[in-house]
């Protein structure tokens, strides 16, 4: 069993940044490939980014060059840095396993606008 706590969702005016930072127990978060999904209203749950256990990144089309994920093995925590916000990234972002074994945390809301 994981247990996935996302926090740092929130209001920004576009162009805006934000950190969203994922907290894991219950398992080896060092051995963990995680990632980030994000729902918007009225759309199926999509990709954002993923980091695997050895540091390889991953990330859809649509933030790359824009959003950074990241991970802190000591803290047992994942990181997305967004930045140069647009309003279609607004959504309630949630991070999961990646694994075979799908665990997911409850999300956290992001909203772009001005």
């Known amino acids: 069993q994981v247990h996935l706590v996302e926090s740092g969702g929130g209001l920004v005016q576009p162009g805006g940044s934000l950190r969203l930072s994922c907290l894991a127990s219950g398992s080896n978060f060092t051995l963990l490939h995680m990632g980030w999904y994000r729902q918007a209203p009225g759309k199926e749950r999509e990709f954002v980014a993923s980091?695997?256990?050895?540091?390889?990144?991953y990330y859809a089309g649509s933030v790359k060059g824009r959003f950074t994920i990241a991970r802190d093995n000591a803290k047992n925590t994942m990181y997305l840095q967004m930045n140069s916000l647009k309003p279609e990234d607004t959504g309630v972002y949630y991070c999961?396993?990646?694994?075979?074994?799908?665990?997911w945390g409850q999300g956290t809301q992001v909203t772009v606008s001005s």
């Open positions: 999961r396993t990646m694994g075979q074994n799908q665990y």
């Open positions: 980091i695997s256990a050895l540091g390889g990144l």
